[in-house]
Structures are given as structure tokens and as C-alpha cells.
């Protein structure tokens, strides 16, 4: 799509008015480049409206014009779905921040999409309320693009991915028509669930500009232990103990590998290490409940015993305070951030059936220590769903570039074990720019056309994030 004029860019300035249209270079930068520096993107004008009203005159003025739109949150997406790569204009959601509406009552609150994920969980818990949607780049990740992406993060065991956390949605269609769906319904049979199609969809047919998200009550007892344990087929062991004896009361499993806390630990300040012995592998397991007296630290502890007793465990630290537990989550956090440190790093998001992860983990350290010796394997991640950020790190000695230059023979080789085992080479982080190109490999010919006629229906001109997904 050709890049708009000047008076163009100015009729769109006139909308947001010329505080928050940018065309400066060295202002546009950040909404250029994301976290991975994997892309560089490029645009005439970044848009930061204020208003779902704002968003609808944009995208009017879009459709009229053919004008390519890029919807942005927070810039924190891994696979590039948020960058401007042809010159389309970016639509950043920053400035739509505000928290409409909290109802206790009715377990919901209403955010605006540029609300960033950790003020939508101050917000709850200010009502005394969890929002359980919990990432590494809560701190600066937007609601928008967590809808978009249906992000998952840690709490998925227990609550689910995005798209099961909400209710309702505000959305502004690619003719600037709003389809104003805030309902807080827990039941409505009423033909097709709209909502579903926006949540997943990276912007790509609708921007979504508000949703309305459910709440739970707030734990009032958590209980967290790190354990060691000598392989992921005896973490799967661990998982399926813990998940028999405290049923929905377990609300995270993360499986974490030594090579990859010793680069926490070598990295991060203040990092610990928990257990005095190394261990080649830790289950990092959370019970929560929203009663007090509920017992759960004692259920923690019956799981550990048993554990011991079968040998699944073989060392563990329990949490004796909240800021221990900060510490145990803090190791595991910081375990994708920390490889940055050690050069070159090749990531994939990918899932299996659960029971599968452990032969998944396995079969791909082999086949990519086929492809380059001496690279590091950093597998960790949502035990409990089958969700392994399955991640190598370039050899010790080894050059950054030439490791990186192997990036799709790493890759291709995970996801060929991904389609063995029945599983998605994208769990949480989305398509984007980076598997845009395997969707014709790993989707069949119906579901393809049932995708572009989607696309089709709701953005006839391909304005919103062309290239992208479909």
C-alpha cells in the first residue's frame, strides 16, 4: 500500500491533534524497534488517540483512503506482530489508559486497552480482587495487546489464557464502525460469540480499544516451594502428584533447567540460589486459596513428602515468607531476559499435550545439538499446560551471528517435533511476522479458508496489520 502524503498524515495529526501524531525520527524510534531486535520498522506517522472515538475517525479515514494501519501496545511482542515493516501507520493505544469501571459485585472490571497489565491488577486488588493474568512485561505490557495476542503467562493452569478472562469487548472496526460489546455476561447463547474472534487475532480484523475482564477472589493463603528434581519426565511426575492431591488449589507448575538459573544467578542482581546442592532440573509449584485456614501449606507439604517417599523429589525450599516466594518467582521471571546476557539466544513457543513435554524436551535437545554443537539448551516454562519456551543459547565460544544464522534450522527442527507430538508452534506469543510464512504448513486448507474468509468479511481492504497471521 503506498505511503499517505503530507496532507494525508496532516488530516490524520488533525484527529489526535499534533501533540500526539509523531513523524519525528528520533521520537518515532521506540515504536520502531521491539524487544528481541529482530525487526526494524518504519512509518510516517505514529498516532496515539485518546478516545474509542479518536480510534473510529482513524480508521474511517483509513478505509476511505486505503491507508495500512499497525495497531501497538506496549511494544513488548515476541514475534513482530506489533512493528510497522511497509510504512503503514502505527496506531499506538498508550494514551487509553483508564480504568472505566470496577464491580466487585459482578467480579468485573472495565479497562481501556492501553491500561498496563499491572495497573489492572493494583486496580483489583484495591477491590479486593485478583486479576490473574500475570507475565514477565506486566510492568509494561498493555490489556490491548494481551487480548490480541490471547497471552497466557503463569497463571494459565489455574485461570486460563486471555481469552478466557474476558467478558466483553469495545472494538473499532477496519470502516471505523465501533462494535460496542461491554457486557459483563457470564451466559449469553445468542448466536456467534464475536469476542472470541478479536482475542487472538493481532489486530487483524478489529482494534480493540476496552474490554470488560473477569476477577476471582484473592488468595488469602499461598504456599510456594522450589524442588529439584533429576529430569522433566520425573517434573511431569511431580506435576501429576501435585495436581491429584490439591486439585484446583494448584495454580502454577514451572519447570526450570540449571543451565538456566545459573545464568539468573550470574546475571541478576541479588539472585540466590534456593537449594545449597545444584540439581539438573526444578518445578517451581504454587497452591493458592481464597480461605483462610484452608490448609494449603500443609497440602504443600504432603505433596513434598510423598514425593520424597516415591523419589520424584529429591531436594526442596519451601517459602517461609511472601518475599521468599517473590524470590522463587523472580528466579524463574528473569529466566528469558537473563540469555540476552549470554549472546545469542533462538527462542520458540511451543506446546504439547502435557503428558508429551518431557519427550519434547528430549527429542529437540538432541536434534538441535545435531545442528549446532556445544549451543546450550534453556528449556522452561508452563509445565501444567504444556506450554516449553524452548530456547538455546549460542555456544560459549561460539559467534553471535553465525549462531543466529542457524535460527531456522533450530526452529524448523522444534517445530517439526511440535507437529509429531500434536502440538502448536505458537502457544502464547502469537503468529506476527516471524511464522506468518508456516501457516500454510501447519494449518489445513479449510481452516485457511475459513481464516481468509474472516479477514475478508472484517477488513475487506487489508488496512489492519497486513502481513500479519493471514
Not at 490524520?12 to 509523531?22: K, L, Q, R, W, Y
Request: charged residues 20%; glycine residues 10%.
Amino acid at each position: 500500500m503506498p505511503s499517505p502524503s503530507p496532507a494525508l498524515i496532516a488530516r490524520f495529526a488533525d484527529i489526535v491533534g499534533s501533540a500526539h501524531a509523531i513523524t519525528e525520527s528520533a521520537d518515532m524510534a521506540a515504536y520502531l524497534v521491539e524487544h528481541r531486535d529482530l525487526y526494524q520498522g518504519r512509518t510516517p506517522l505514529v498516532l496515539r488517540p485518546g478516545s474509542t472515538d479518536e480510534v473510529a475517525a482513524i480508521l474511517k479515514l483509513a478505509g476511505e483512503t486505503g491507508t495500512a494501519i499497525v495497531p501497538q501496545g506496549g511494544n513488548t511482542g515476541l514475534v513482530g506482530g506489533q512493528i510497522a515493516q511497509g510504512g503503514e501507520v502505527i496506531v499506538s493505544l498508550s494514551r487509553m489508559n483508564r480504568i472505566r469501571s470496577v464491580n466487585p459485585d459482578d467480579d468485573t472490571i472495565t479497562v481501556e486497552a492501553g491500561t498496563v497489565l499491572d495497573q489492572v491488577h493494583k486496580a483489583a486488588e484495591a477491590a479486593d480482587r485478583l486479576f490473574p493474568l500475570s507475565l514477565g512485561s506486566e510492568g509494561s505490557c498493555q490489556i490491548g495487546g494481551n487480548l490480541s495476542t490471547n497471552a497466557g503467562g503463569t497463571a494459565v493452569l489455574a485461570y486460563g489464557n486471555a481469552r478466557d478472562l474476558v467478558l466483553g469487548l469495545e472494538v473499532v472496526l477496519a470502516d471505523g464502525r465501533v462494535w460496542e460489546g461491554l457486557r459483563s455476561l457470564r451466559k449469553d447463547n445468542t448466536g456467534y460469540h464475536l469476542k472470541d474472534l478479536f482475542i487472538g487475532a493481532e489486530g487483524t480484523l478489529g482494534i480493540i480499544t476496552a474490554a470488560v475482564l473477569k476477577l476471582f477472589p484473592r488468595p488469602r493463603e499461598v504456599a510456594t516451594a522450589f524442588v529439584a528434581v533429576d529430569d522433566p519426565a520425573t517434573a511431569l511426575k511431580l506435576f501429576s502428584l501435585a495436581r491429584g492431591m490439591a486439585g484446583a488449589q494448584l495454580t502454577a507448575c514451572e519447570l526450570m533447567p540449571r543451565a538456566g538459573l545459573e545464568m539468573v544467578l550470574k546475571h541478576a542482581a541479588g539472585a540466590r540460589d534456593p537449594i545449597a546442592a545444584p540439581y539438573p532440573w526444578y518445578v517451581l509449584v504454587e497452591l493458592a486459596s481464597p480461605l483462610e485456614g484452608s490448609g494449603v501449606s500443609g497440602v504443600l507439604q504432603a505433596i513434598l513428602e510423598d514425593g520424597f517417599e516415591q523419589g520424584i523429589v529429591r531436594d526442596a525450599a519451601v517459602a517461609e515468607s511472601i518475599a521468599q516466594a517473590q524470590d522463587f518467582w523472580q528466579l524463574r521471571l528473569l529466566m528469558s531476559e537473563v540469555q540476552r546476557a549470554e549472546g545469542g539466544s533462538i527462542k520458540n513457543d511451543v506446546s504439547v499435550p502435557v503428558a508429551r513435554s518431557a519427550e519434547l524436551i528430549a527429542r529437540g535437545i538432541e536434534a538441535v545439538k545435531t545442528i549446532v554443537p556445544g549451543c546450550r539448551p534453556i528449556p522452561f516454562g508452563h509445565l501444567g499446560d504444556g506450554n516449553i519456551h524452548f530456547n538455546f543459547s549460542q555456544p560459549v565460544d561460539g559467534a553471535r551471528d553465525a549462531f543466529l544464522e542457524q535460527w531456522d534450522a533450530v526452529t524448523g527442527a522444534i517445530n517439526e517435533i511440535v507437529a509429531d507430538l500434536g502440538g502448536s508452534i505458537s502457544a502464547e506469543h502469537g503468529i506476527g511476522l516471524m511464522k506468518q510464512h508456516l501457516m500454510e504448513t501447519i494449518k489445513s486448507p479449510v481452516e485457511l479458508d475459513m481464516m481468509k474468509a474472516l479477514k475478508q468479511a472484517f477488513d475487506p481492504k487489508g488496512i489492519l496489520n497486513p502481513g500479519k497471521v493471514v
